[in-house]
């Protein structure tokens, strides 16, 4: 697990990127895209970017030996309605799907390319896969090559690639004949792009700061640069954001969109960051960058996963797995949970499922992934993520699963409510916020109605917690409260240190202490000093323990300041003396002078008196013979009384000798 300094990560929030302020919300919008391509290797999709953006996206050296692309490549573009769109151009080749799945994670559309001559193709069926499990609602069907194909022969890649897509989002996607060679087709494809990306539900700017790092190196002067897509939020120069999983804080010391230094970058853009706080060797792709505290890095996630229905097999409940979410990839095992973990799960079923990654992992509730086998890497399935933040659980076991059902498809009330009554103590908005994924504004209007339902209670201002867990609580303390003065009488009630700790088992301190004043200020429990009584009930000492209290003042004036010590009383008076004694101290009746000798409120005043007497007589100083002299006691008793004495302020030791207080 990351370990994430909540106090930097606090500090850090002090200047983020989050909530967009009046200003930016009032500026005309400018509508904003990232389209990825997608296809077999060779179909065309690094010369189809060239015609539409004039840029060569093939940039390593590697690249253009082979011919063929191996990594991401990245180039702008404006259609002619003006949408500013991120083209990001991905490799073919089977064996660089890895570098596709980093790129591909947070497209708003596809373009699937498929070269006229050659047709659907491995690569072909495999990025639809993928895109269709990343959720990628919105495409365009190219068919490229144009220029090599006869018009019989295009209609039958045609019908081909319409079957290939029915029943999935691209469906009912436009076809376009292309030729990156003779520019053929162009003007449709611009064309399809804009009718496709036309109606709204583009991402927002308006939320918590995500982006996933695809590539990192170092510019001279600059330093450590990441690129990425910002899936969402906004990010300026000088903000502070958090890298994940490490949990670093690092300042953004510019901010550059497509080459451009830009004062702002929004969601939708791609992006290089020049980061401060964090060097070469410390970021890698795959990591994340995010609003300080938004997001917690987990080994265990529990998520829906789905096993595409050409897998050629059952899929095992225990398998090793490749995770992809945004540009990383991680290694781990993929438990079946449920049913499905006691057989197998059949070529296009579903389970629930617990992901134990080798490496934490940085997800929010609903984010899409891609599951790859280990070995060889295929692409065979997917999900959605249901808990970012799990915890192990066991296969076989049921209990719990109906929860992460309702994490899955519940409301977002029934889902803040599941959190609720799970939490042993209150919690904070934005702490349920980030437990459920969701907008701390969306969780605060599902908590006010939760609260006005009475399903849950807020316990001090700005927390909360089930209605259950929180009169549970009540109750425990109340009943604690109860039994105490039930089973001690002469006592007036139990010890507030001690209440607590007996129930610390029961009850976190904090959720304990906003219990106990409750019941207080309810007027349940009644406190006098550190003590505390059920309300209502009123105090009578037993009639026995006040007589022997009686017969131990009693016993205690006898001989003037000559008391019998604790144990002498103690056996003169039997057991019940010691309780007689503790509500003699309740009750101020008696005052405890040393662990040897107590007295009685009685001779506490005549002491005193003596000793004001004394100094009223215009002594200036008193020593332990003259204490013996007026008050009768020797030595043995002295000592103790004149240093309670100082203890209460009635006379100040100085060498030998006392003055007074
Ligand atoms: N005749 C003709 N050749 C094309 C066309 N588009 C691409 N090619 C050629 O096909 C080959 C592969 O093109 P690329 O654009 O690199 O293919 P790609 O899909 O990017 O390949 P990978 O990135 O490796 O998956 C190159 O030699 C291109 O010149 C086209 O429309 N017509
Ligand atoms: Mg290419």
């Given at each position: 697990m990351a370990s994430r300094s909540p106090k930097s990560a606090g500090a850090a929030a002090a200047r983020v990127a989050s909530a967009p302020d009046a200003a930016a919300r009032a500026a005309p919008a400018r509508r904003l895209a990232v389209v990825g391509t997608a296809g077999h290797i060779d179909h065309g999709?690094?010369?189809?970017?060239?015609?539409?953006?004039?840029?060569?996206?093939?940039?390593?050296?590697?690249?253009?030996?082979?011919?063929?692309?191996?990594?991401?490549?990245?180039?702008?573009?404006?259609?002619?309605?003006?949408?500013?769109?991120?083209?990001?151009?991905?490799?073919?080749h089977e064996r660089f799907v890895k570098n596709m799945l980093a790129g591909v994670g947070g497209?708003?559309?596809?373009?699937?390319?498929?070269?006229?001559?050659?047709?659907?193709?491995?690569?072909?069926?495999e990025h639809l896969a993928i895109v269709k499990l990343l959720g990628v609602?919105?495409?365009?069907?190219?068919?490229?090559?144009?220029?090599?194909?006869?018009?019989?022969?295009?209609?039958?890649?045609?019908?081909?690639?319409?079957?290939?897509?029915?029943?999935?989002?691209?469906?009912?996607?436009?076809?376009?004949?292309?030729?990156?060679?003779?520019?053929?087709?162009?003007?449709?494809?611009?064309?399809?792009?804009?009718?496709?990306?036309?109606?709204?539900?583009?991402?927002?700017?308006?939320?918590?700061?995500?982006?996933?790092?695809?590539?990192?190196?170092?510019?001279?002067?600059?330093?450590?640069?990441?690129?990425?897509?910002?899936?969402?939020?906004?990010?300026?120069?000088?903000?502070?954001?958090?890298?994940?999983?490490?949990?670093?804080?690092?300042?953004?010391?510019?901010?550059?969109?497509?080459?451009?230094?830009?004062?702002?970058?929004?969601?939708?853009q791609r992006t290089a960051l020049a980061l401060h706080g964090v060097e070469r060797e410390q970021v890698e792709r795959g990591d994340w960058l995010c609003l300080p505290g938004s997001l917690r890095a987990s080994r265990v996630l529990d998520v829906r996963f789905e096993l595409l229905p050409d897998y050629p097999r059952d899929w095992k409940?225990?398998?090793?797995?490749?995770?992809?979410?945004?540009?990383?990839?991680?290694?781990?095992?993929?438990?079946?949970?449920?049913?499905?973990?006691?057989?197998?799960?059949?070529?296009?079923?579903?389970?629930?499922?617990?992901?134990?990654?080798?490496?934490?992992?940085?997800?929010?509730?609903?984010?899409?992934?891609?599951?790859?086998?280990?070995?060889?890497?295929?692409?065979?399935?997917?999900?959605?993520?249901?808990?970012?933040?799990?915890e192990r659980r066991r296969r076989s076991e049921v209990a719990g699963l109906d929860s992460l059902e309702v994490h899955e498809s519940g409301s977002l009330e029934?889902?803040?409510?599941?959190?609720?009554?799970?939490?042993?103590?209150?919690?904070?908005?934005?702490?349920?916020?980030?437990?459920?994924?969701?907008?701390?504004?969306?969780?605060?209007?599902?908590?006010?109605?939760?609260?006005?339902?009475?399903?849950?209670?807020?316990?001090?201002?700005?927390?909360?917690?089930?209605?259950?867990?929180?009169?549970?609580?009540?109750?425990?303390?109340?009943?604690?409260?109860?039994?105490?003065?039930?089973?001690?009488?002469?006592?007036y009630g139990v010890m507030k240190g001690e209440l607590k700790s007996?129930?610390?088992?029961?009850?976190?301190?904090?959720l304990f202490d906003l219990a106990f004043a409750s019941l207080l200020s309810d007027g349940e429990l009644e406190q006098k000093g550190e003590r505390v009584r059920p309300g209502g009930l009123p105090w009578e000492p037993p009639e026995a323990t006040v007589a022997l209290l009686e017969k131990l003042e009693a016993m205690l004036e006898a001989e003037g300041f000559l008391v019998p010590d604790n144990d002498a009383w103690q056996k003169a008076l039997g057991a019940g003396s010691v309780e007689a004694a503790a509500l003699g101290h309740f009750l101020g009746r008696l005052v405890r002078v040393d662990s040897q000798f107590t007295y009685t409120a009685k001779q506490m005043e005549k002491l005193r008196a003596l000793v004001s007497g004394w100094f009223d007589a215009g002594n200036a100083t008193l020593t332990v013979a003259d204490f013996r002299g007026f008050t009768?006691?020797?030595?043995?008793?002295?000592?103790?009384?004149?240093?309670?004495?100082?203890?209460?302020?009635?006379?100040?030791?100085?060498?030998?000798?006392r003055r007074r207080g």
């Open positions: 999709k690094t010369a189809l970017v060239r015609r539409l953006t004039g840029v060569d996206t093939d940039r390593l050296p590697e690249e253009k030996r082979r011919g063929i692309s191996i990594d991401l490549g990245f180039a702008p573009l404006v259609t002619p309605a003006g949408v500013h769109v991120g083209i990001v151009d991905v490799p073919g497209v708003d559309l596809v373009l699937l390319v498929i070269a006229a001559d050659e047709g659907v193709m491995p690569q072909t069926r609602q919105r495409g365009v069907i190219v068919l490229t090559k144009l220029d090599l194909v006869e018009s019989d022969w295009l209609a039958l890649v045609t019908r081909d690639v319409r079957s290939l897509v029915a029943g999935t989002f691209l469906a009912d996607a436009p076809i376009v004949p292309f030729s990156a060679v003779s520019g053929a087709g162009q003007g449709e494809l611009l064309a399809a792009l804009d009718a496709q990306l036309a109606p709204p539900g583009l991402r927002s700017s308006d939320e918590a700061v995500r982006l996933p790092v695809d590539r990192v190196f170092t510019v001279e002067g600059f330093g450590t640069v990441v690129t990425g897509t910002l899936w969402r939020g906004r990010v300026r120069t000088g903000d502070t954001l958090e890298l994940l999983p490490s949990g670093r804080p690092v300042r953004l010391r510019r901010v550059q969109v497509h080459g451009k230094t830009v004062d702002e970058a929004l969601a939708g409940p225990d398998t090793r797995v490749r995770f992809h979410l945004g540009a990383s990839e991680i290694i781990g095992r993929l438990l079946l949970l449920g049913s499905a973990a006691r057989s197998a799960l059949p070529p296009g079923g579903s389970s629930l499922a617990q992901l134990r990654l080798e490496r934490p992992a940085v997800a929010a509730r609903g984010d899409r992934f891609v599951v790859r086998s280990y070995s060889p890497s295929r692409t065979v399935g997917g999900g959605t993520v249901i808990e970012p933040v799990a029934s889902r803040v409510l599941e959190k609720l009554a799970s939490a042993s103590r209150p919690v904070s908005t934005e702490q349920l916020a980030q437990e459920v994924g969701e907008g701390v504004t969306a969780v605060a209007v599902a908590l006010d109605s939760l609260v006005a339902r009475g399903s849950a209670v807020s316990p001090a201002a700005g927390r909360w917690l089930g209605d259950a867990r929180w009169h549970e609580a009540r109750d425990a303390v109340e009943n604690a409260v109860r039994e105490y003065a039930s089973q001690h009488p002469s006592r007996g129930l610390k088992a029961a009850m976190d301190g904090a009768g006691a020797s030595r043995k008793f002295a000592v103790p009384l004149l240093e309670h004495c100082d203890r209460t302020g009635w006379t100040v030791r100085v060498g030998d000798e």
